[in-house]
């Protein structure tokens, strides 16, 4: 898959016609990432897709208090493809259906491998943030880049499931934010969907603001966010419908999988295993890999030794660059979506569309920094 076969997606305006544009553009990749999540689940659980979009009703009230311009969008997004508002939410709120606590059986965390370079540790002196995104190799074809032109706000690029609203991405504020699941179960009531808490990131003015987006919402499921700005700032957070913990970059290096590596929140640490045995070798492969970075002479070395320390193939094939398993059934098969590598000095958005191993870096048609409303 070459970056070109990914759908590029660009929306404006007020929130329900952003939703509308997007639905529109999207409406056949949005039946795609539907069919898949109801086989998913039927294979899982032996939900049927009606029974899913029942339970996502249960996030309708929490997500439009924390951001009902969000709602809107989802509405738009679900008028122009032609769906129901719940099938929209249902993709939004996939990952708490999942790991509810009424739900029969959990499936393990998104596996995602994170990073940040900054300026001392990039050898050309740029601010780096990206990630491998590892989920089922199944929906490969519901992926795309949306760009969010929003009056008032920061211009946002993210790369997303069709008909999510959020995920992980840049925006035109200099900031970055690259999410990894964590897992377990915490017996709390229903809060915010991940893809509305990192959309919140994505659109706030400044990194005070994006951090509050972590810190002050009420999330449903962990989730780990690390967050980057290019004025050579990094932080990772390991956000729980409980305590947050955190981490900072060393030597101006910073890597995060799918285990809990700043603390282990009380509800848990009794009885908590990773629920991604791979991440816990595919984060110091990163590290490791990602330190070579220093010694590069120019930007294009280092961007290159960057897609080389994320095509690290220890553990193959749930490695760093993950390959699908042949012995698993086709619908639980895992695989590196894609490698996104943001240069945050620049304004570059780069992706290796598929596994980074056999797909170059290539720059999307948007400049970060493109938009009037740069801040």
């Known amino acids: 898959m070459s970056l070109t076969s990914l759908p590029l997606v660009e929306i404006s305006g007020p929130p329900r016609d952003r939703g509308r544009q997007y639905g529109e553009q999207a409406r056949a990749q949005?039946?795609?990432?539907?069919?898949?999540?109801?086989?998913?689940?039927?294979?899982?659980?032996?939900?049927?897709?009606?029974?899913?979009?029942?339970?996502?009703?249960?996030?309708?009230?929490?997500?439009?208090?924390?951001?009902?311009?969000?709602?809107?969008?989802?509405?738009?997004?679900?008028?122009?493809?032609?769906?129901?508002?719940?099938?929209?939410?249902?993709?939004?709120?996939?990952?708490?259906?999942?790991?509810?606590?009424?739900?029969?059986?959990?499936e393990p965390p998104d596996g995602c491998t994170s990073f940040a370079l900054l300026e001392e540790a990039s050898g050309d002196g740029h601010v780096y943030a990206g990630q491998n995104w590892d989920w089922r190799h199944a929906v490969a074809d519901t992926v795309m880049v949306l760009r969010v032109v929003q009056p008032g706000r920061p211009t946002v690029i993210m790369h997303v499931e069709a008909g999510q609203v959020g995920r992980q991405g840049a925006s035109s504020a200099g900031i970055a934010l690259n999410a990894n699941g964590l897992g377990g179960r915490f017996d709390a009531a229903v809060g915010v969907p991940q893809t509305l808490i990192r959309r919140r990131v994505l659109d706030s003015p400044n990194l005070n603001a994006a951090l509050e987006a972590l810190t002050k919402s009420k999330a449903h499921i962990a989730s780990n966010a690390l967050i980057t700005h290019r004025d050579g700032f990094a932080i990772d957070l390991e956000t729980t419908p409980g305590a947050v913990g955190w981490m900072y970059p060393e030597g101006g290096l910073l890597v995060h999988g799918n285990h809990y590596q700043a603390f282990v929140p009380p509800q848990l640490a009794a009885t908590y295993r990773p629920g991604s045995a791979d991440s816990l070798f595919r984060v110091p492969r990163a590290e490791t890999g990602l330190r070579a970075v220093h010694a590069s002479s120019g930007t294009a070395e280092a961007r290159k030794r960057i897609r080389s320390a994320m095509s690290d193939h220890l553990g193959y094939p749930e490695s760093l660059c993950t390959h699908p398993d042949e012995a698993q059934p086709a619908v639980k098969r895992w695989a590196t979506l894609l490698s996104s590598c943001v240069d945050l000095t620049t304004g570059d958005y780069m992706i290796a569309a598929g596994t980074p191993c056999d797909h170059d870096y290539e720059v999307v048609p948007w400049n970060l920094y493109d938009a009037p409303e740069s801040l």
């Open 30 to 106: 949005i039946g795609r990432a539907m069919a898949y999540y109801a086989e998913a689940f039927g294979h899982s659980s032996g939900l049927t897709w009606r029974q899913v979009t029942e339970r996502a009703a249960r996030w309708v009230e929490p997500s439009a208090a924390f951001a009902p311009e969000l709602v809107e969008e989802m509405t738009g997004i679900a008028e122009g493809a032609g769906v129901g508002f719940l099938d929209i939410l249902a993709l939004n709120a996939r990952g708490e259906i999942i790991y509810d606590s009424t739900f029969a059986t959990m």
